[in-house]
């Protein structure tokens, strides 16, 4: 079993930075591959960021490449998204998820979630 909590999320004025956090414990966040996830109001869940569990590869969704990274500790088992240019429409509730064997866009190739964390971009 692996529980996810997720932190760092806040509001920001457009064009400011934030870094979410990832905590894992019960299991090496190094034998799964993770993600980021998120979702607004009146709209499905959305893939943002995931990193492989073997060699850290990253793979990002088009609207937040080149702004946000996502990148991994194994030896403090924390998964992180660095997130900088924020825009009104990254305003969401960010979830971290992992899974086992490849990673993926999907959210159903995902076992565990964390329960979110509130990231608001004003104008």
């Known amino acids: 079993q692996v529980q996810l909590v997720e932190s760092g999320g806040g509001l920001v004025q457009a064009g400011g930075s934030l870094r979410l956090f990832c905590a894992a414990s019960?299991?090496?966040?190094?034998?799964?591959?993770m993600g980021w996830f998120r979702q607004a109001p009146g709209k499905e869940r959305e893939f943002v960021a995931a990193i492989s569990s073997k060699c850290g590869t990253p793979l990002y969704t088009d609207s937040v490449k080149g702004r946000q990274t996502i990148s991994r500790d194994n030896t403090k088992n924390t998964v992180y998204l660095q997130m900088n240019s924020l825009k009104p429409e990254d305003t969401a509730v960010y979830y971290c998820a992992a899974g086992r064997g490849f990673y993926s866009v999907a959210s159903r190739e995902y076992s565990y979630w964390g329960q979110g964390t509130q990231v608001t971009v004003s104008t």
């Open positions: 019960g299991r090496t966040v190094s034998n799964y591959f």
